[in-house]
């Protein structure tokens, strides 16, 4: 399942830097030395001074030495294209073939510093937006025969361009009977479940009348954004083209996208809890729940879930497929105790309306935190939960999470745990420094990641303390959204043979350093009326284990591999267009705990014939080749019977999987009695630590994850 990201916002903040995915490392970058001079005269326009710009910091900063050639604009080409031909619904073959005429000229565009491409596509583009509003509207005038025998293709890559504008119109007709079905199926099993006698039936007529207005009011709030969208916007979406051929994780933001990013790091706000990413074919995916935020406690919001629309309590659902990803953000985001509904469709093809009533995000919540675990044994084992590596960037008196998670273990070691479980499932990473220090809380001494720019050898990043704050046993939990930081605080205790690795078939493949730079540093005071010009991202360092290897694209693959949710399914760094090649380099010299050999390989025995046995675990497999198998359906009928019946075929499946979300493990949670105070300072912090304990309760990888560690006690 490859997708491609064209953007990215967080929903909730977290001390997750970039604007990519998967962040490892907070560094700020200086021009220093002069490395970069904008040789600029004083009538260059804002937006020759934006490309030269961005095409310097590619150019010196990013860990790529790119050729800007022909072939790379073909790179470029291509993605711009997909972008603006938003599911084959604008371009034809012919306007197709008039862009192609810069397709080997982008390079020249971009020392140039002109916009010729660009400017052509908005003409184009703006000509079959005028042309898709009058179809939609007398499309959506007339009722549609549901029950002719047809099918729509929702996997964009097995569509074609359209021949002519008949096509597009016909594409046009085609995805909007599909909307509308969805509505009319909605509204008829809504009212067949109904109980109230009361209320007269709707007639199949009423219900595929307001049906057709509903979708059409999300296609006038469509096309009335796409006619308001800003100029710097449209243009970042080309720049954005040209940095998504260096890397995943290479980014332009926009003035106004680079004030949304820094607003979240302000430390709290009022929205949901997660973060989004935006999709090759212009849906939103929610890539993550941020732990103890409104969603996360909902319990009811996934990550890989699609949010299709976006409704306030009291309004209609806003259709948010190809909504500019800060537009999408502020409908979703509001005021503290009021409520949005967003309708996702799940990775099994069903859809459900998700309820949320928004709060107040702390980051608080995404600190590390600790309770005591047993099960039928009563053995005391520590379970640290450490949703990123944060650090405080600013150095202004914040937290870091390796002294955080210190004081964790302290604690737990001071309440009699006899083993710990640290989990890293869904930690996208964060600060370079705080993972090596957290690292070296698990061993003497020795090297923990070796770091290496474009240029010169690697830089050894060394645990230098011989010190060790915890030598008993030890799991490190993962899944496939442990990334960066995670990966590289597993592939260390992994290499030194420090403790176990549990989790999904492997981490997300992140092996890359990110930096972000402000534009307008650059430039000179004379250049003062042409600013804001906002920020770029770039990827300037790998990083790889100490055995030599790299973690990018193949990631950690777990000592012990458990059954989850995206096992049969890919994610990670390789389903990325572009990342950069994985390799190798010199292995280090570095002590392996030897007394762990032994006690690895019989936890890995015993795991092995728990799970076989195991009707959850068999259960959790059986639903990820299920969701396999529906994420590789892209053909849907438009046929309401058939339609119907498949959907109803997907919620009985789905009825057979419930003992997966109803699984109680018999884990006994024991809050630690120096939180006391601090867990019951109010009513919602209790709340939310509650919710936590129920989690834990319900996990059975932890479960399998304590069983393991008894193991190696």
Known sequence: MKMKYFGYLPIAVGLLFLASYVPTAFQALTNQGGEIEVAASADMSKEQVLMRLVRQNLEARHYAENTIDDNFSKKVFKEYTDIINFRKLFLTEGDFNALKAFETKIDDEMMGETYQLFDLSLQIRDKRRKEAQSYYKEILAQPFDFAKDETFETDVKKIGLAKNEAEIKERWRQYLKYDVLRRVAGALEAQEKSKDSKTTPKTFEQIEAEARKGTARVMDDFFLRMEKEEMSSKRATYINAITACYDPHTNYFAPRERQEFVEEFSGRYEGIGARLQKKEDGTIKVSEVIPG???????????????????????????????????????????????????????????????????????????????????????????????????????????????????????LKAEGAEGIVLDLRNNGGGSL????????????????????????????????????????????????????????????????????????????????????????????????????????????????????????????????????????????????????????????????????????????????????????????????????????????????????????????????????????????????????????ADSLTKSRIDFWHKSIKKDIQLSEAIAVIKEMM
């Open 293 to 411: 935020g409104p969603a996360f406690r909902n319990g009811v919001l996934k990550a890989e879930d699609i949010i299709l629309k976006v409704a306030q309590a009291d309004g209609e659902p806003v259709e948010i497929t190809n909504m500019l990803i800060e537009d999408a953000v502020k409908l979703i985001k509001g005021k503290k105790a009021t409520e949005v509904r967003l309708t996702v469709r799940r990775l099994d093809g069903t859809t459900a309306v998700v309820p949320i009533v928004r709060d107040v995000v702390v980051i608080e919540e995404t600190y590390a935190k600790s309770v005591i675990v047993t099960d039928k044994d009563k053995k005391k084992i520590g379970y640290i939960n450490l949703p990123g590596f944060y650090a405080d960037f600013s150095e202004t008196g914040g937290r870091n999470c390796g002294e955080d998670v210190k004081e964790e273990i302290r604690k």
């Open 433 to 680: 420094d705080e993972v090596v220090k957290m690292t070296g809380l698990f061993i003497e001494d020795g090297p923990v990641v070796q770091v290496k720019g474009r240029k010169g050898s690697p830089q050894i990043r060394d645990d230098e303390d011989d010190k060790i704050e915890y030598d008993g046993a030890l799991v490190v939990m993962v899944n496939s959204f442990s990334a960066s930081a995670s990966e590289i605080l597993a592939g260390a205790i992994q290499d030194y043979k420090r403790g176990v690795i549990i989790g999904s078939k492997s981490t997300y493949g992140k092996g890359t350093v990110q930096a972000q730079v402000d534009l307008d540093r650059f430039l000179p005071a004379s250049f003062d009326n042409i600013k804001p010009l906002g920020a770029i991202t770039l990827t300037i360092q790998k990083f790889y284990r100490i055995n030599g290897t790299t973690n990018q694209l193949t990631g950690v693959i777990p000592d012990i591999i458990l059954p989850d949710l995206y096992n049969a399914i890919e994610v990670g760094e390789k389903e990325q267009d572009y990342p950069l090649a994985a390799d190798k380099i010199d292995p280090l010299k570095y002590k392996v705990w030897t007394k762990n050999e032994s006690k690895i390989a019989k936890a890995k025995e015993k795991s092995a014939e728990r799970i076989a046995k195991d009707e959850v675990f068999k259960l959790i497999n059986e639903n990820a080749q299920r969701i396999r198998k529906q994420n590789d359906n892209s053909e849907i009928s438009l046929n309401l019977e058939k339609f119907r019946s498949w959907q109803k075929q997907l919620n009985d499946e789905g009825t057979k999987f419930k003992a997966i979300s109803d699984y109680q493990s018999g884990i006994e949670v024991m809050p630690l009695k120096a939180d006391f105070a601090k867990n019951n």
